[in-house]
């Protein structure tokens, strides 16, 4: 057969079936539109049944209890209930394209803005109920109920949704983007290997590599060069139709950047720049207007004008009520400290605060007064520590003293925790972004400090960790965040790990 006396390379090519096959992988996917939407369809209907489920099985329980097993008679109130929840959580999603594919793919769970959307769909229930004079069709115990079971529900359910699409999303799927490449051969092998592509959630149909231009060559040969390697890119484009079109050309290099975007803007495909390896440094990145100037906005304030003045609320309240109820805790714990050993009640100490402004914070003695003025950080089985010091250290009690700077504006109840002007000075010098710690105000507690990153610190390891935790905090800080922290403070055994 002719086939047989084809050379042994042309027998391993593939057969025309299996060439069909790969075409058809590149090529654009007919279901692909429908098949996003009913994964954001199957989103949004997780969300309605979710709020659904929760305020059916609180009516029942209601009619179970309190109605003599009347089971049926308040399913149309639930539904009512549930409907209006439903259409202002789903709606707002939907216009936030909370319920894309991309955002499913890329974006952490953001427990602030499901909170957020969830008071509001509550605020549009009372507001509704009261314009149609119906406040009086639901029952409170009912609505209670809804309204704090229905959050965790709403949580748990959508966070089960995304991990299954998450886990049968694979590149092969119809309806992952399509992308090209293009750029030159070092900078697509960077990303290939910074990035893991079988995780993105996206599929590669192709790869276009700009030739690196002789740099003695003429103006005229440079240019004809790379136009060449565009008009060829294009036409491959243009045939394989890919979703998304992505320059990997450094911004360095402005005059191709240029020239890059003019031939691909003629393409039916989205448009995509990435400079260099700055995104996956700054993962976040988004073009921001100030005032008429547009530029990448790479990290916001660590708090703007309505997070500072809410977060200054809660550790005035908590603060004043903390100093007020535990008055006679506060005065037993000073009288054993002057009878305990000789020297001060309170042990003052310069810190670093926001901005690296230095402060004086205040906390209960602990160690034997010392006439040496040199640093020296407590470490295991001190010999400075009085025995009455030991046991405030081992439970954080030497620490409330520093009520008083959360009250003088000095401290927050939550925060990086203040370390000596020592340590600040050594460790700044030592380990990448340490000063961003001053961004906000040091605290009380902190992320750090319940996740048991606290104590001594021997290596520049120990102290990473502390600084990767206190950045992490500054970067996702909310108040539900600050909540949280505290209730750990007091009930986690992490909280009190390495404390001496």
Not at 52 to 79: H, K, N, P
Not at 93 to 122: C, G
Not at 237 to 247: G, H, I, S
Not at 249 to 278: K, Q, Y
């Amino acid at each position: 057969m002719f086939h047989e006396r084809l050379p042994e390379s042309f027998q391993l090519l593939p057969s025309s079936a299996e060439r069909r096959s790969v075409w058809s992988a590149l090529l654009p996917h007919r279901g692909r539109a429908a098949a996003r939407i009913a994964l954001s369809s199957a989103l949004a209907a997780t969300d309605l049944v979710a709020i659904l489920g929760v305020t059916l099985c609180m009516e029942f329980a209601y009619e179970l209890i309190y109605q003599d097993g009347a089971v049926g008679a308040g399913s149309a109130r639930g539904l009512r209930l549930a409907a209006l929840l439903g259409l202002v959580i789903i709606a707002t999603n939907a216009l936030r394209a909370e319920y894309s594919l991309d955002k499913v793919i890329a974006q952490k769970p953001n427990f602030q803005r499901v909170t957020s959307l969830w008071l509001v769909a509550w605020a549009a229930v009372l507001v509704v109920s009261f314009m149609t004079k119906t406040t009086n069709d639901y029952s409170r115990l009912v609505s209670l109920g809804a309204f704090i079971t229905g959050l965790p529900a709403l949580i748990l359910t959508r966070a089960a949704m995304v991990r299954l699409i998450r886990q049968r999303l694979t590149a092969g799927s119809a309806s992952v983007s399509r992308v090209h490449l293009v750029g030159y051969e070092e900078d697509i092998a960077r990303f290939y290997a910074s990035n893991a592509v079988d995780r993105l959630g996206l599929r590669i149909i192709g790869t276009s590599y700009l030739r690196r231009v002789d740099p003695g060559a003429d103006t005229a040969a440079r240019h004809d060069q790379l136009q060449e390697d565009l008009d060829l890119a294009v036409s491959v484009v243009r045939f394989l139709r890919p979703d998304d079109v992505f320059v990997l050309v450094p911004w360095t290099d402005n005059a191709e950047v240029e020239r890059c975007i003019d031939a691909f803007l003629r393409v039916p495909s989205a448009l995509h720049l990435r400079p260099g390896a700055m995104l996956d440094r700054f993962p976040d990145l988004q073009v921001a207007r100030v005032g008429g100037v547009s530029g990448i906005n790479i990290g916001r304030r660590p708090l703007n004008v309505g997070e500072i003045v809410l977060k200054r609320a809660l550790d005035l309240t908590l603060s004043t009520i903390a100093l007020v109820a535990l008055s006679p805790l506060l005065a037993v714990i000073a009288l054993a400290i002057k009878v305990d050993s000789h020297g001060p009640i309170f042990f003052r100490q310069k810190r670093y605060g926001f901005n690296q402004q230095p402060f004086g914070v205040f906390k209960f003695r602990s160690m034997r007064a010392e006439q040496d003025a040199i640093f020296r950080q407590a470490t295991r089985n001190d010999t400075r520590i009085t025995r009455v010091g030991a046991f405030l250290r081992r439970t954080n009690l030497d620490e409330l003293p520093q009520l008083l700077n959360v009250l003088r504006g000095e401290m927050s109840l939550v925060g990086p925790r203040p370390h000596a002007l020592a340590h600040d000075r050594s460790f700044e010098r030592r380990i990448a972004l340490y000063a961003r710690r001053h961004n906000v105000r040091p605290g009380i507690t902190g992320w750090a400090q319940v996740n048991g990153f606290r104590g001594e610190t021997l290596t520049d390891l120990d102290m990473e960790r502390r600084v990767a935790c206190d950045l992490h905090y500054i970067d996702n800080w909310s108040i539900w965040f600050d909540i949280q922290i505290m209730i750990q403070t007091l009930f986690s055994r992490r909280a009190y790990r390495n404390a001496f």
